[in-house]
């Protein structure tokens, strides 16, 4: 529990949670419209696990 709460709390999942919360609020306020949000989450999300799914097949590299 302890080593999963410490890689939750690593700068990339953060920013990545940081993210995902200001792009909900501001397509639920109306502030950009529905297909921006899914664009932007979209790439975020992408890059979070693409980039965990690097991470993991370099540690079976090892």
Same mark, same amino acid.
């Given at each position: 529990?302890?080593? +999963?709460?410490?890689?939750?709390? !690593?700068?990339? =999942? $953060?920013? !990545? $949670? *940081?993210? !995902?919360?200001?792009? =909900?609020?501001? *397509?639920? +306020?109306?502030? @950009? %419209? =529905?297909?921006?949000?899914?664009? $932007?989450?979209? /790439? @975020? $999300? &992408?890059?979070?696990?693409?980039?965990? /799914? %690097?991470? *993991? &097949?370099?540690?079976?590299?090892?």
């Amino acid at each position: 529990m302890k080593e +999963r709460l410490t890689r939750l709390l !690593t700068v990339k =999942s $953060i920013v !990545t $949670i *940081a993210l !995902t919360g200001v792009f =909900s609020v501001l *397509a639920l +306020r109306g502030t @950009i %419209e =529905s297909g921006q949000f899914l664009t $932007i989450f979209t /790439v @975020i $999300i &992408s890059f979070y696990f693409g980039s965990q /799914v %690097e991470k *993991a &097949s370099q540690k079976k590299g090892e």
